[in-house]
């Protein structure tokens, strides 16, 4: 591939896309607002181990997706790979815990990094929107995330959608669980994929969310882990499924899913689509009560999400998406003096928020109408040497068959009065 040419998996993102994009991070804004959460904003390279230690060696992602590399003082930086681990660490060093009054709710928006093979939905660079909400340890908070979550998927018109959740156990049940893994796994151990065979020693758990068919043939009549399950860990599950009852959101049990990351414990939940073909998960999350302290931070319960923007914006797409913005006003001029007139004009109007374009007298005045046109302006004001003289300039309304004569405060008023059909 040329050099010329942007690196592979890693896309511009252009009109009128980005208009979808737009839509999707305003209403991420108002849902995550109203509900208490305030934005973060985390750097994007981070120190390698803070990933590594959060989300687990036998990871694929720390074994093969992540862009590593020395800075010029010799230490392992990352570019981040997925922001949980990134806000704990900003939690943790800016000591949020009790700078802030629990719980400490936060969203953040921006773009991650995994080499993996690029494919709809999933690129090199990617962006994600998540959520993080520190100090609750009672399902209640999983239950507001979950449901800040599917409103915020139904703000943006999207149907069709499932919930599946599950809890994966705490540090004092999962021990059982593991060992019924192995003993499960063992006899089978040589059809498992190399990758596997690894996990199967190190975190068999990893084996469940192995992506190769044959190990997901192989799991056919594996443990349960909601067999395996304390008694903490039962009520706090079922006290998530009532709470999630009461709102009145359909969710369906799903055992095997435990996610891939290390820092889960109990709650384990993903939004899935038919939508999307292989890439069937939209957004995806979890509860993680060990993680700050794994980062030198006090006992913090936390649960959070993560969404792809790439599969958001695809699913809006494909359900006939927002319509691209359009101007507000065109301007038309014709001569020199026309033109000065028309800039002063469009700076009178921007500054009443309209968005003013402008035909700059350099072609005929059909061939800017034209342009208004294909540009889709709501309405189009021609000055000309007739305007220039009486001081009122010509508008017409590109939707209709309203056309008249204004002076500029004037226009500026009837604009706000009649700002276009949408």
């Known amino acids: 591939m040329s050099s010329d040419n942007s690196v592979k998996g890693m896309q511009d993102v252009l009109p009128p896309d980005v208009y979808i994009w737009q839509r999707v991070e305003a209403a991420a804004r108002e849902v995550f607002g109203v509900c208490g959460f305030q934005e973060i904003r985390t750097p994007i390279l981070e120190y390698t181990g803070i990933f590594s230690r959060s989300i687990g060696d036998t990871s694929d992602i720390v074994e093969k997706e992540m862009y590593s590399f020395q800075d010029k003082g010799g230490r392992s930086v990352t570019m981040r790979p997925e922001g949980t681990a990134s806000v704990v660490r900003s939690f943790v060093q800016h000591n949020l815990s009790r700078s802030l009054v629990p719980p400490q709710k936060f969203f953040y928006m921006g773009p991650m990094f995994r080499y993996e093979r690029p494919q709809k939905g999933r690129l090199r660079q990617f962006y994600q929107i998540g959520v993080e909400a520190f100090g609750i340890e009672g399902p209640e908070m999983d239950a507001e995330v979950i449901s800040m979550l599917m409103r915020f998927l139904g703000r943006l018109g999207l149907g069709r959608l499932s919930l599946e959740i599950n809890s994966i156990g705490c540090p004092e049940c999962r021990p059982s669980f593991r060992e019924a893994l192995v003993n499960f796994f063992r006899p089978r151990a040589g059809e498992l994929c190399p990758d596997c065979q690894r996990r199967l020693e190190q975190n068999p758990l990893r084996v469940l969310d192995c992506k190769v068919t044959r190990c997901r043939e ?46 889960y414990t109990r709650t384990t939940f993903e939004v899935t689509t038919t939508e999307l073909g292989a890439q069937s998960a939209v957004a995806a999350g979890g509860r993680y009560d060990r993680l700050v302290r794994e980062f030198g931070g006090p006992e913090t319960p936390a649960v959070g999400f993560a969404l792809g923007m790439e599969r958001l914006v695809a699913l809006i797409s494909g359900s006939a998406g927002p319509e691209a913005p359009r101007p507000d006003v065109f301007i038309a001029s014709m001569g020199t003096e026309a033109s000065a007139e028309a800039l002063a004009l469009a700076g009178a109007l921007r500054d009443g928020g309209f968005w003013v374009e402008l035909g700059y007298g350099a072609s005929s005045l059909k061939s800017q109408m034209r342009r208004a046109d294909r540009l889709g302006a709501r309405y189009a004001v021609v000055i000309g040497e007739d305007e220039l003289r009486s001081g009122a300039f010509s508008w017409k309304d590109m939707d209709g068959d309203s056309e008249g004569t204004l002076g500029a405060e004037a226009l500026l008023e009837f604009l706000k009065k009649n700002p276009g059909r949408s």
């Open 218 to 263: 192989l799991r056919n009549g594996a443990p349960s882990v909601t067999g395996s399950l304390c008694q903490g860990c039962v009520d706090h599950f079922e006290g998530l499924k009532a709470a999630l009852g009461r709102l009145e959101l359909r969710f369906s049990v799903t055992p095997e899913m435990v996610r891939g990351l290390d820092y």
